[in-house]
């Protein structure tokens, strides 16, 4: 594997589901973040983590809840969700966070909540 | 505060015409400015990034942009469209490394 890898590609749940996304970087970086894009809207940074300690949290609601085990992998755990919550949820990792370091972004995890 | 304005969600070239998107940014101190590309059921990719070095930027697939501090823009450009540039545009910029502030995104449609 290269690269940002994201699994699963597709989750449909319901609003009494519990889940988790998993994001694993194989680029050795060290900082690593969590994003919501949804249809007509600017990427919205969720959380941001850097040397496995959280650094941002940008008012997400408590139904949204990282991990950040190692430098290497990155989870969202989900529950009780919102059927607007439904949307593309972008994994990316930086060297640092550092400016200038382009982030490297993994395929994405399509969520439907019903 | 930054933002990003990207002027016109959607934008049509014909194939072999040149591709122009516009971005605009906003930022209190000279910021980092990247262009990411998104294909179809894809992550965001990176095309090219300024960091202060030269005002023009070359990128990947032949794509290019241009930082001009008086206007605080930083269009793309391609001189030449293919049917494989069809794809999401989005512009972002940086003053810190961590908090990246995208556009809303160009949708760019080649026609043959």
């Known amino acids: 594997e290269t690269g940002v890898t994201q699994t699963p590609r597709h989750l449909v749940m319901g609003m009494t589901n519990k889940k988790s996304l998993k994001c694993e970087q194989h680029?050795?970086?060290?900082?690593m973040y969590w994003y919501k894009q949804s249809a007509k809207k600017p990427l919205e940074l969720m959380f941001v983590y850097n040397f496995k300690e959280q650094t941002e949290n940008n008012s997400v609601p408590s139904r949204f809840s990282p991990e950040c085990p190692n430098s290497s992998h990155l989870f969202l755990h989900l529950h009780t969700l919102q059927p607007e919550d439904s949307a593309l949820y972008l994994c990316?990792?930086?060297?640092?966070?550092?400016?200038?370091?382009?982030?490297?972004f993994g395929p994405g995890t399509r969520l439907t909540v019903l | 505060a930054q933002s990003v304005t990207q002027l016109g969600s959607h934008v049509s070239v014909s194939e072999g015409a040149l591709v122009l998107l516009r971005c605009n940014y906003s930022s209190s101190v000279p910021p980092y400015l990247f262009w990411y590309v998104q294909y179809p059921n894809q992550g965001l990719q990176l095309l090219l990034k300024y960091t202060s070095a030269a005002t023009l930027v070359k990128g990947i697939n032949g794509f290019e942009a241009e930082f001009k501090k008086s206007e605080t823009s930083f269009h793309l450009t391609k001189p030449s469209a293919h049917m494989s540039d069809a794809a999401e545009y989005f512009c972002a910029v940086s003053e810190t490394g961590n908090q990246f502030y995208f556009g809303t995104g160009t949708s760019l449609t080649v026609i043959p």
């Open positions: 990316a990792s930086s060297q640092d966070g550092l400016a200038g370091n382009e982030q490297f």
């Open positions: 680029l050795g970086h060290n900082a």
